[in-house]
């Protein structure tokens, strides 16, 4: 998704907010879903006009369950957090 908002502007809003959604779906493994959103948001990060929600999203990742989301959230939060 993150290589569709850098190529589609105009819907960086919409899929940042169904990314940011992630976490209030009922899927089994939404905290590996959540690393997923944290990759995506990655790609556009430096487009967006709504980094201080990404970024409230993803420091709540670094207390999440998996591992996996943990470490990327970590190592947003060195590149995209200062």
């Given at each position: 998704?993150?290589?569709?908002?850098?190529?589609?502007?105009?819907l960086r809003a919409k899929i940042t907010?169904?990314?940011?959604?992630v976490g209030k779906t009922s899927h089994k493994?939404?905290?590996?879903?959540?690393?997923g959103s944290i990759q995506s948001f990655a790609e556009y990060f430096d487009e967006t006009e709504n980094k201080e929600k990404?970024?409230?999203f993803v420091r709540k990742q670094l207390d999440c369950e998996s591992p996996k989301t943990r470490k990327i959230a970590k190592e947003?939060?060195?590149?995209?957090g200062k």
């Open positions: 998704m993150g290589k569709i908002a850098r190529a589609k502007p105009h907010s169904i990314l940011l959604g493994h939404k905290d590996l879903m959540k690393s990404i970024l409230g947003f939060i060195e590149k995209w």
